[in-house]
């Protein structure tokens, strides 16, 4: 089972989010970057499944500029086999998932594995859009998946329940929170990660079809109106008369 | 110029999302036509009420073959269809199905997408949520056709106009296009799904354990909620994962949210914070919470729910 993870780069989920004073940019400064949780999954599932097969190999793939290296060495040293980076910063969802999709397109992969989105522009594009380029059938948000052969058995969510698939390689899944948990780098992982290929791609285009013009906080709330616990009636009459939203 | 909506459906009927969906197309349309694509077996006295919040044609692929969703397949009838109207814009309400057809939609009609949009456009361009609900960023596309993928809650809904006119559609894609089966649907039954519903109450580790759940639950039904809960809740397997809440769980937006015996620390606010009016109640008065919190009460959450439970469903009952 050969198996491509898309690994995306995000700020560390305690982040208080701020921009630039031009709204164009996130203010960076003292930000921790992480690997983005569901991609976590996505890698962790990824190296399950690989075990499981009992061959094949797990290449973690990102876009992004040399600051991402600390955590593509980071997959490397969570288990996968070798990493790919790709020269770019990435500006939109089209213009990533083109570039990934361009390099795996003649490498011959049974599996790519997105997270269900990035916790910084929770698009949930990026898989979506290489199952398309390359005509791959995609199954988003799945908490499960087996293997028997090529065919795979996956439990994904829809509106209102779960729902079972059954589909074949080669396809595009992406993970959610149920699917595993995430392996935490031993010793022996970040040694063995030193010496892990990881080429640097640069990209043969890059285009995009969307812009942010400017990033925003959302206004801030008016301090809560506290009522006392012996006189809950009061709660229920400002929610109905005031908040008007009972 | 027109507009197309993709009215997604289950089992032939249509929903509050899709009703908002069309309602901002309409509005986005300027005049332009507004049509709608539905999927699949449905009745014409459903599909014709698509035209109340705006649709003025329904485009319908009558097929049982196409009642299974697989995205490859449902993002080519929704992307022949918005050439076969011309449209320069297509507009999804973004719920599950809608989130795993908008990128594929997007690469075949080469357009921009707009994920997740909570507004209509202004000059800035589309505002759509960022960081999970803790910032906003407004979008533009470079390109002459438009993906708007709509946030559920986000919009109003506006009924009251024409019915529409229904009109059979064929695609390109046929049944043997089909790459993913459905082998099991599990629906949960009987209950509010979380991300449609307007109100939801959620639990946190201060309920102490799961034998106390139904608290939550009876407060709950009478304000006909759904249930949420936080992520070490559903970790310590008191309630099932996809009532998890935030960051790694899901994002809800509904009218009313009330937090009971949950902290508010930064992920689990990062999936609740967009909802219209919120309502905390914590022992602890600097509990975080309240300082995102419309109304708070600073109380055992044992004590204060029974009375708060009686008091709504006074109050229901009134009214
Ligand atoms: C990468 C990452 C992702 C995360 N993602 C999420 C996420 O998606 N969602 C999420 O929820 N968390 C998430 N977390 C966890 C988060 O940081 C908090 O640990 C979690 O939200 C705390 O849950 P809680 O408020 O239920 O529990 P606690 O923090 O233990 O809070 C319990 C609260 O109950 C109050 N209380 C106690 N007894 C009573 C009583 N009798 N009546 C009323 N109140 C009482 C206490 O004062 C306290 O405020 C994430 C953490 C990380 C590191
Ligand atoms: N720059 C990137 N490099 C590699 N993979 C990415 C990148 N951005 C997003 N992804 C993948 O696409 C998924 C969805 O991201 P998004 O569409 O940004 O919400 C992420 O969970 C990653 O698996």
Not at chain 1, 32 to 56: H, Q, R, V, W
Not at chain 1, 123 to 138: F, K, T
Not at chain 2, 17 to 44: K, L, R
């Amino acid at each position: 089972m050969k198996i491509l993870v898309c690994i995306s780069q995000v700020p560390d989920t305690t982040t208080k989010i701020t921009f630039t004073p031009d709204g164009k940019a996130l203010n960076s400064v003292g930000v921790t970057f992480i690997i983005n949780p569901y991609d976590e999954l996505a890698l962790t599932k990824a190296l399950e499944l690989k075990e499981a097969a009992g061959s094949g190999s797990v290449t973690a793939i990102t876009v992004g500029d040399a600051s991402t290296e600390p955590n593509i060495r980071k997959a490397l040293a969570i288990g996968a086999d070798e990493a790919v980076r790709i020269d770019a910063q990435p500006l939109d969802a089209f213009q990533v998932s083109a570039m990934i999709a361009d390099y795996a397109k003649d490498k011959g992969f049974d599996l790519i594995f997105t997270g269900r989105e990035s916790i910084d522009f929770n698009g949930g594009q990026v898989g979506g859009m290489i199952a398309e380029m390359l005509d791959w059938p995609s199954v988003n948000v799945i908490n499960s998946i087996v293997f028997n052969g090529n065919k795979a058995t996956i439990e994904r969510d829809i509106d209102g329940g779960r729902e079972v698939v059954e589909l074949e390689t080669p396809m595009v899944v992406s993970a959610q929170k149920e699917l595993t948990e995430p392996r935490i780098p031993n010793m022996r992982g970040i040694m063995a990660a030193r010496t892990k290929p990881l080429a640097v791609v640069t990209p043969a285009s890059s285009e995009l079809l969307t812009e942010v013009s400017t990033l925003t906080l959302p206004p801030a709330k008016g301090s809560c109106k506290f009522v006392d616990s012996s006189n809950v009636q009061e709660l229920v009459d400002l929610l109905h008369n005031e908040a008007k939203i009972i | 110029m027109s507009v197309l909506v993709y009215a997604e459906n289950t089992a032939g009927l249509f929903k509050k999302a899709t009703f908002e969906a069309i309602t901002y197309a309409f509005d986005i349309a300027g005049g332009a036509p507004v049509i709608a694509v539905a999927i699949g077996p449905a009745s014409e006295e459903h599909l014709k009420t698509l035209g109340q919040f705006g649709a003025s044609k329904v485009l319908h692929v009558d097929n049982a073959a196409f009642q299974n969703f697989d995205a490859r397949v449902y993002a080519r009838v929704v992307s022949d269809a918005a050439e076969s109207i011309n449209a320069s814009k297509v507009v999804l309400a973004n719920t599950y199905s809608g989130k795993s057809l908008a990128p594929r939609i997007a690469v075949r009609l080469k357009a921009g997408l707009v994920p997740a949009a909570v507004e209509l456009p202004a000059a800035n361009g589309i505002k759509r949520t960022v960081y999970s609900n803790k910032g906003f960023a407004d979008t533009i596309t470079k390109t002459a056709t438009q993906v708007i993928s709509l946030t559920p809650n986000a919009y109003k809904v506006e009924g009251g106009k024409a019915d529409a006119t229904v009109e059979s559609f064929t695609s390109s894609v046929k049944a043997s296009d089909y790459k993913v089966s459905t082998i099991e649907v599990k629906k949960v039954s009987g209950k509010v799904p979380l991300t449609e519903a307007e109100v939801v109450v959620s639990g946190g580790r201060g309920l102490k354990g799961p034998e106390n759940w139904h608290l939550i639950e009876q407060l709950a039904e009478s304000l006909g909620a759904a249930t949420a809960c936080s992520k070490p809740v559903s970790d310590m397997h008191w309630r099932p994962h996809d009532e998890h809440v935030g960051q790694t769980g899901i994002t809800i937006k509904p009218n009313l949210y009330i937090a009971i015996g949950i902290s508010g620390a930064i992920q689990h606010l990062a999936g609740v914070s967009g909802s219209k009016v919120i309502v905390a109640i914590n022992t602890d008065k600097e509990a975080p919470f309240f300082k995102i919190a419309d109304y708070g009460i600073v109380g055992d959450a044992f004590d204060v729910l029974p009375k708060l439970n009686d008091a709504i469903k006074a109050l229901k009952a009134a009214n």
